[in-house]
């Protein structure tokens, strides 16, 4: 008797199965289980191979199909109880994005609830960009899926509802502050007053009042990311999505960027945030770490240090990337 490696994956209503069994008939396959498990046995004159597989969630035993073809088995398990799309903005279900081999992002699952600041922390390169990508509709997951305010991505409904300020610069350079203002609240069908009203107060948020004139080519690169911040408030979103927003802003106007944040979020907007900077996530009101490609640990800022011990995020992150090891 020997085992059945499996691939498991979650969808939104379903669990999905994967097992390679070359050289069986499908007569040969058994399948039984409970709300809990699933036993596949394949008995056939060339032996007995059988594995159990412990499922994520619960699941009704009587709606699972199978597909045997080309020496792949694929077992479709309904889920018991619906995942609830209510209160979450944000749902990634077991997402992954290879480019080539490389594994960018590496099965990822969470929620992030509505009126919420969520951070994605980790150091460069642990995938947090193209998570935010994948959630904003901009690159399609090679498997898993998202949903961002009830709809699965990507779906231009949402569009108007979120606000993305992406780390490289999305504004035109040979435009100034207020013509990008402009710009942008007309792409999401503001009126000029409200685009005037609106521009008042988020050249004060990124404290660029005197630069209102000036190209954006003309600006430092701490201003240009500050004006995207504005660009991607501007229509008053639902959902933000902020790559990085404090990068080359000095300390002062980042606690103030923070206290903004914390007041939309009191207004019941959610935010989902990242940042390399392990000190400002204690604004978040739960974190997630990313460490090559994977969540390594989930929580509030004090949960994560009650549970490591330690008293900074920072070694929150070490405690965690230890004990997970390296790919
Ligand atoms: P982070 O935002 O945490 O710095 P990214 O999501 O930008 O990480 O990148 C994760 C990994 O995926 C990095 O190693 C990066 O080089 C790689 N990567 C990102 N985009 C691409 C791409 N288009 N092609 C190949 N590799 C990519």
Not at 129 to 137: D, F, P, S, V
Not at 157 to 171: C, D, F, K, V, W
Not at 208 to 220: A, P, R
Not at 273 to 283: F, L, S, W
Request: aromatic share 6%; proline share 4%; glycine share 8%.
């Amino acid at each position: 008797m020997s085992d059945i490696p499996v691939s498991i994956t979650e969808t939104i209503d379903e669990i999905h199965i994967v097992a390679e069994m070359p050289d069986v008939n499908r007569a040969d396959i058994r399948l039984a289980g409970t709300e809990s498990r699933l036993d596949i046995t394949v008995a056939n004159e060339s032996g007995k191979y059988s594995t159990s597989v412990t499922l994520p969630v619960r699941v009704d035993p009587h709606r699972a199909t199978a597909d045997y073809r080309d020496g792949v088995l694929e077992v479709r398990l309904k889920r018991a109880v619906p995942k609830d799309v209510g209160h979450s903005a944000v749902q990634a279900t077991s997402l992954v994005k290879r480019f080539g081999d490389f594994v960018a992002v590496d099965h990822i699952s969470f929620d992030v609830k509505k009126g919420e600041i969520y951070g994605l922390l980790g150091p460069n390169g642990s995938g947090k960009t193209t998570t935010i990508k994948i959630l904003c509709g901009l690159l399609r997951p090679s498997s898993g899926e998202a949903h961002v305010l009830g709809r699965k991505v990507p779906d231009t409904r949402t569009a108007s509802s979120i606000g993305y300020m992406p780390q490289e610069l999305a504004m035109y350079r040979g435009l100034t502050v207020h013509e990008n203002l402009v710009f942008y609240g007309e792409v999401f069908g503001l009126s000029k007053q409200q685009i005037e009203a609106r521009e008042q107060a988020l050249l004060r948020l990124i404290d660029l009042q005197d630069f209102k004139d000036t190209l954006v080519d003309h600006l430092s690169g701490g201003m240009q990311h500050r004006t995207s911040l504005a660009c991607a408030l501007l229509h008053e979103p639902q959902l933000l999505f902020l790559d990085e927003p404090t990068i080359g802003v000095d300390p002062d106007l980042r606690a103030s960027f923070w206290r903004y944040f914390e007041q939309l979020r009191d207004q019941g907007i959610t935010i989902l945030i990242t940042t390399h900077y392990m000190d400002e996530a204690r604004h978040c009101d739960r974190i997630g770490f990313m460490r090559e490609g994977r969540l390594i640990a989930e929580g509030s800022p004090q949960e994560l240090l009650e549970l490591t011990h330690t008293d900074s995020l920072e070694d929150a992150f070490l405690s965690y990337a230890q004990t997970q090891g390296a790919r």
